[in-house]
């Protein structure tokens, strides 16, 4: 997966809003598994993955269904930008 950066945290959380909150996490680490798949594919082919865009987490949660992006002062915003928070320092704890 490319380096993430504040967009792709709020494309995800925009995906994860628009699920009900028993499927976000699950979902959460797909888009991360199907994201680094798709950097893998970048790489070694030059393009981008059919389906799951160019490796960033960005390309890959705007080929999901999401809503529109709240105010940050609303909760349901606010506990699925820390789950993508929580969910991406778990991946990079893995790493190290």
């Known amino acids: ?3 993430i950066l504040l967009g792709d945290v709020v494309a995800a959380a925009r995906v994860l809003l ?3 909150d028993g499927r976000r996490a699950a979902a959460m680490d797909q888009m991360l598994d ?3 798949v798709a950097h893998k594919v970048f790489k070694r082919l030059g393009r981008p993955h059919p389906g799951w865009g160019d490796g960033s987490l960005m390309s890959r949660a705007l080929v999901s269904p999401q809503c529109r992006e709240p ?3 609303d909760p349901r915003y606010i506990s699925v930008l820390v789950a993508v928070l929580e969910a991406l320092l778990r991946r990079i704890e893995r790493r190290t």
């Open 1 to 3: 997966m490319w380096t």
């Open 18 to 20: 628009a699920l009900p």
């Open 71 to 73: 105010f940050v002062s």
């Open 34 to 36: 199907q994201a680094h």
